[in-house]
């Protein structure tokens, strides 16, 4: 008895992830060996939301699937919630709730049998099981919808009816694929609340996304990926103040005439993505009255934002500004 | 790597496409039952009028009892082939399910015995078309049901390989007009198999349809007796056997890599 007691308090105690050396390769029969994940590291501390930031193409779903046991790591240690991967992956498993990127709600069950069955699969004793699933029916917002067809919800219904089987076997740690690609602004913001409301009854939450404000909203701690490896850690705001001027001025439509700027590069970094330019700066009145400077040059005064500097500039200056495709 | 499959895990998989099932219940019995009655019923009557007897029985008897084999054949082939590339692929419901303490094996083998459910259902419309037509003369014929598990368990593991190695659909033409066909056509549902050439017979042996004809023809019918009960139930088992792992096997090759 005090043997179990003492491991479920280590087991409590301890992180949940802890990946070390976490390496993932490909063969290719034609182009040889291309590697995924390469020597990954990671701490993730309990109660926190922790997110996985990377362009398409990073290693971040390879990332989850060897997170979530789906698919066998090619060397390099991996703890979750204090058990070991892969040899303990049912015991985690039962601990972890999963948000895929792609939906797969069973459409041959209306909503309230996915729940039903999904517990099912998780072996939950049928005791006060439907009380739980009327409580998870309202923390979706779906109460009203229990006997329809999954096929009749809306994409953000059915992604927080997702998010409402993921819970039922009450986790400790929830994994989130790109949990609002696709949805509107509400379905977002009701999504985000619920997660908020998860990570306030002290769950830990890991997500991916390619939402900066998403993850500046809802994460406490965030990785940059990209090739495979972590290029930075740290909180969104220690990210920003260690990688980014505080002050951003995008000038709109000016990079095909960029060296009529280049002036500025006194007045801060000036960067360019897509077709405007971006000056990072630490004094923006002083930025901006160089830029009104450069009117008579210019013509006209060209279209002017400026804003504090955000995760998006981190993500962009530390991944680079190369188009992604196919990834 | 373990390849032993939870009973619990398996009830789970096999009790959400019952749950199914039970939703599309009447197109699921014109196909399993209302199909092979129809063939019974059409080539039995119609060529048995010219035919009579076979093998010393009633041809509709001597048919009536090669159909309820192949239906469970039929059934559980089916089964393991379209539905269950419909929830490993485009549904997706084996992901969600490798979200959660199950397994591929648990999933396999829930499946396998979901297939020979089936089968055992289809077999029983057979064997209550075939009892209304005063066809049933053994009492051993309470064995039918239980023998269309083992048939449907027996087809189900090489159609879930099937499943597992397809990228499409029409994939499973070459499985159905390559395999299924002509072992429907050899392993004696129409015609006693003595009247192929001797030297076919080994092979004919190796076959599982062979041996589940034998066996319902054997189980039905007074006038036949039982040649080798032993050796069909061991062959049909062998098949489930090494079915179960190999289609576990390659399921998660393809689910897992």
């Known amino acids: ?327 | 790597m373990s390849f032993t499959p939870s009973l619990r895990g398996a009830t789970a998989v096999f009790s959400r496409n019952f749950l199914v099932w039970r939703r599309l219940f009447w197109p699921a019995l014109v196909m399993n039952f209302g199909e092979p009655a129809l063939y019974l019923l059409g080539l039995g009557l119609g060529l048995g009028h010219f035919i009579g007897t076979m093998d010393g029985m009633s041809y509709l008897a001597f048919l009536a009892s090669g159909i309820l084999a192949s239906s469970a054949m039929n059934t559980a082939s089916f089964e393991g082939m379209y539905s269950v590339y419909t929830r490993m692929g485009p549904q997706k419901t084996y992901d969600a399910m490798l979200a959660t303490p199950l397994r591929v094996q648990d999933i396999v083998f829930g499946e396998m015995l979901w297939c020979a459910a089936k089968a055992s259902f289809s077999a029983g419309g057979i064997f209550i078309v075939a009892l209304a037509l005063g066809l049933i003369t053994s009492p051993s014929a309470l064995w039918v049901l239980p023998a269309a598990v083992l048939v449907g368990l027996a087809f189900a593991g090489p159609a879930i390989m099937m499943s597992a190695i397809a990228r499409n659909y029409d994939f499973f033409n070459y499985y159905v007009v390559l395999i299924l066909t002509p072992m429907l056509l050899v392993s004696g549902v129409f015609y006693p198999i003595d009247s192929l050439p001797a030297s076919l017979r080994p092979w004919l042996d190796l076959l599982p349809l062979t041996h589940a004809v034998e066996l319902m023809r054997g189980l039905m019918l007074e006038e036949v007796a039982l040649l080798r009960p032993w050796s069909n139930i061991l062959v049909l088992s062998l098949y489930f056997v090494f079915g179960f792992y190999i289609a576990t096997w390659l399921v998660r090759r393809r689910l897992l890599e």
């Open chain 1, 1 to 327: 008895m005090s043997i179990m007691s003492k491991s479920s308090t280590t087991s409590a105690a301890s992180p949940a992830i802890i990946a070390r050396g976490l390496r993932k390769l490909f063969k290719h029969k034609d182009i040889g060996d291309t590697v995924a994940v390469d020597k990954l590291d990671l701490n993730v501390p309990r109660g926190i939301c922790f997110g996985l930031l990377g362009p398409n193409g990073a290693g971040k779903t390879t990332t989850l699937r060897m997170l979530l046991g789906t698919m066998p790591p090619s060397s390099g240690s991996l703890e979750i919630l204090g058990l070991t991967m892969p040899d303990d992956e049912r015991r985690v498993r039962a601990k972890l709730g999963i948000v895929p990127q792609a939906d797969n709600l069973d459409p041959d069950l209306s909503v309230i049998q996915n729940l039903r069955v999904y517990a099912s699969f998780f072996g939950l004793p049928r005791q006060n099981l439907e009380a739980h699933l009327e409580q998870l029916l309202a923390f979706a917002n779906l109460s009203d919808r229990r006997d329809h067809q999954v096929e009749s919800l809306s994409g953000g219904m059915k992604r927080r009816l997702t998010l409402a089987r993921a819970l039922i076997n009450t986790p400790e740690l929830v994994v989130l694929d790109e949990p609002t690609t696709g949805l509107d602004p509400q379905a977002r913001h009701t999504l985000w609340n619920r997660l908020e409301e998860l990570k306030a009854q002290g769950t830990t939450l890991l997500l991916t996304t390619h939402y900066m404000d998403e993850a500046e909203r809802l994460c406490d701690e965030l990785v940059v990926m990209d090739h495979g490896r972590v290029l930075d850690q740290g909180s969104p705001q220690a990210l920003i103040a260690r990688h980014v001027e505080p002050w951003v001025i995008e000038i709109r439509h000016a990079a095909h005439a960029a060296e009529r700027y280049t002036c500025l590069n006194h007045a801060g970094k000036l960067e360019q993505h897509g077709s405007s330019l971006f000056l990072y700066t630490p004094d923006r009145h002083h930025a901006l009255a160089q830029i009104e400077a450069l009117a008579p040059t210019l013509g006209a005064l060209p279209i002017l934002l400026q804003r504090p500097a955000g995760l998006e500039d981190v993500f962009l200056r530390l991944t680079g500004r190369d188009l992604r495709e196919g990834a």
